[in-house]
C-alpha cells in the first residue's frame, strides 16, 4: 500500500511531523503538485491525501487503483465526491480539528474594525503622536462590542466556539442553522438568514458552500444590513459576491469587512476588494495555528486508520 500527499505545504511546511500516516504506510511527500502532474504522481496509490488539491472525475477515473482520498481539511469540494462514489472510493474529511484557530481569527479581523489597532500603531511609528497637538486621536469611530449584536449564519463546531466568545465579550448572539435539532444555549437566539442580516452589528459566516449558498451576501442581503454593520467571512469566499461586496463597502452602506478567505485563492492582482473601504484581507490562515495542523495530520492519521479497519469514520458525499 502507498499513500501519496499532493499538496503537503501548506498544512506542514516543515514545524510538525508527517510520522502519524508514515507509521500506516510508506509515504511519497510532494509540498504541491501542478494539476497536469496528479495522475503521474497517484498512479500507483490506493491512497491519496489532497488539501487543495483537486481531485476532478478525469483524475479519479485515471487512476484505478485508488480506494481512498483524505482531505486535509473540512471543505472537500475539491474533490468530485460523486465520481469517487460511483467507484466506490471512500472519502474522508477532518471537521473541528480548526475551531478554536478560526474563532480565534474571527475575533482579530471584528476587533480590528472595531478599534483599527494596526492602523493606529503604524500612524505612531511614523511619528503622528509625538507631533499630535492632543493627548489622544483616532481616525475610525472606536466601537465597543459589548451590548452589539453577533450573528452567526451555521452554527457548527466553529459557529458555536465564535458564539461562546462573543458572549464573553457581553454580546448579544443571534444564530441560523439548518435545523435546530436541540435548542441552543443561553444567550443564543435562532434567526432566519434574513434575520441575522437585518439585525446584526457584526455578522460571521461559517456555512458550508453549496449551491444554496453560493453568493448568500449579495445585492439583496447586503441591502438588509445596518450601515454601521461589519461583515466576517472566515468560511468559503465564495459565499460572497465580492464585486456587489466591494461596491457596498466604497459607497458606504455597510462599515467594514474582514475576510480570511476570496473565492480564487490565491487572488489576481487587481481583485476587487484589494482597493475597497475598510476591507481587511487574510491569506486563508485562520486553520494554520500549528496546535490545528497538528490536530488535523492526527486526524487524517485516524480516519486512514478506521477506513482500514474497515470503519471509516467522517465519510462525506
Known sequence: MKIVLLDAHTANPGDVSWSALEAIAPCE??????????????????????????????????????????????GYNIVDV??????????????????????????ALLLELANHVGHHARTVREGRWAECPDFSYWDFPVVELQGRTLGIIGYGDIGSSVARIALGFGMKVLASKREWKTPPPEGVTPASIDEVFAQSDAISLHCPLTDATKHLVNERTLGLMKSSAFLINTGRGPLIDEEVLAKALN??????AGLDVLSVEPPKPGHPLFTAKNCLITPHIGWASREARVRLIDATASNLRAFLDGKPVNVVG
Open 82 to 107: 460523486a465520481a469517487a462514489k460511483e467507484r466506490g472510493i471512500v472519502v474522508a474529511n477532518v471537521p473541528g480539528y480548526g475551531s478554536p484557530a478560526v474563532a480565534q481569527l474571527v475575533f
Open 251 to 256: 459607497e458606504g452602506r455597510i462599515a467594514g
Open 29 to 74: 511527500i510532494y509540498p504541491r503538485t501542478p494539476l497536469a502532474e496528479t495522475v503521474a504522481r497517484c498512479a500507483d496509490a490506493e491512497i491519496v491525501i489532497t488539501n487543495k488539491a483537486p481531485l476532478t472525475r478525469e483524475i479519479i477515473g485515471a487512476l484505478p487503483k485508488l480506494k481512498y482520498i483524505g482531505v486535509t481539511a473540512t
